[in-house]
């Protein structure tokens, strides 16, 4: 083969090795065999991270979660756990309004009295037929059996001769508790539930402190100012209250008295003519007292038996023409102070 030809073969094998593609393509490969130990490496370690944050998070949930049901177990309170189990200092009286009959209060009565912070419970029996003979001693049996206290119990089953719920609210002896826990034969509250709300009425034993909120604004009917009652949703609505309704509530024992003895006459005689709002004449009362808005407590609250008075037709209307007849009994002025504080407990959120 002449030389010149053989120059010309080598000169176009070298144009084709330099060419700009194969410089890149040879550069590529370069550099992509001298990264992917790298990614395959930094591959790993994330991997590696999002396991650990995973396994972290896990850990962090089964660590609430165990610390939040070793808590209800026990009855921790965050203000001075040892005086719930003083009588003197600690403690409350459950107070429960008998409506429903025999089998729901039975239900109630066995719950209140497993509460490791009850004293006592007392039963205001407020139906037309009497209890049968048998109810008290049974009850009483029921309160030995599940109360949780070293301490003798206080049980007592009140049967008025007359239909009054102004009877909810009378004094009662023998109190070694200055807490009442107000609550109706239909609802439960869990224990745990309840014991933190009594926690928060410990540090501030003169407000209203309890589980239904309710509120109250001043509107227009046919051009005359009116006062109207608003339900659940109207609170969560607009994000504030000035009534806890004593349904599920913790008050200090003297508003019993001054239920009972301070309350004007005509607002007794009222609530005992229409046998409803019983509950709004103590918010009123106690706010009229203070001066200040009650606590509504975030909790658990259980409704058993039929249907509520408050899921009855009528009961709106019902709850207005109270509230505008016993704010008109109060001489016109409303002592209601609205809030929108809600007593939260920290152990059971997931952020604080």
């Not at 007392?122 to 301490?151: C, F, I, M």
Request: charged share 20%.
């Amino acid at each position: 083969m002449p030389m010149s030809a053989i120059i010309g073969i080598r000169d176009v094998v070298v144009d084709e090795l330099s060419s700009p593609a194969k410089q890149k393509a040879a550069n590529k490969s370069f550099h992509s065999s001298r990264w992917t130990p790298l990614l395959r490496r930094d591959r790993q370690l994330l991997a590696g991270t999002k396991v650990k944050l995973v396994l972290g998070l896990l850990i962090l949930c089964a660590t609430f979660y165990m610390t939040s049901r070793i808590s209800s177990f026990m009855c921790w309170i965050p203000d001075n756990t040892s005086a719930v189990f003083s009588p003197s200092k600690g403690g409350y009286a459950v107070l429960i309004n008998a409506r429903k009959g025999n089998l729901l209060l039975t239900q109630s009565v066995a719950h209140y009295a497993s509460c490791v912070c009850t004293d006592a419970i007392h039963v205001v029996w407020s139906e037309t037929d009497p209890p049968s003979k048998n109810l008290k001693a049974y009850l009483k049996r029921v309160v030995l059996s599940k109360l949780q206290t070293g301490l003798k119990p206080n049980f007592k089953l009140d049967i008025s001769k007359e239909v009054n719920l102004n009877n909810r609210f009378k004094p009662f002896a023998d109190l070694r508790t200055d807490a009442i826990f107000s609550v109706d034969d239909d609802v439960i509250v869990p224990c745990s539930f309840l014991d933190f709300a009594f926690s928060v009425w410990q540090s501030a034993p003169s407000a209203m402190v309890g589980f239904v909120p309710r509120m109250h604004w001043l509107d227009l009917k046919n051009g005359v100012p009116y006062h109207k009652y608003g339900g659940w949703w109207r609170v969560w609505w607009m994000g504030t209250y000035n009534m806890v309704l004593s349904r599920a509530a913790f008050f200090h024992k003297k508003y019993l008295d001054l239920y009972t003895h301070a309350m004007p006459p005509s607002i007794q005689d009222y609530i005992a003519r229409e046998r409803n709002c019983e509950d709004i004449a103590m918010s009123l009362h106690i706010a009229n007292a203070t001066g200040a808005p009650p606590i509504w407590v975030k909790g658990k609250m259980h409704e058993i038996g039929s249907l509520a008075i408050s899921g009855l037709k009528g009961h709106s209307d019902r709850r207005n023409k109270c509230l505008n007849d016993l704010i008109s009994l109060y001489g016109g002025t409303v002592p209601l102070v609205s809030s929108n504080v809600k007593a939260v407990d920290a152990r059971r959120e997931w952020f604080w």
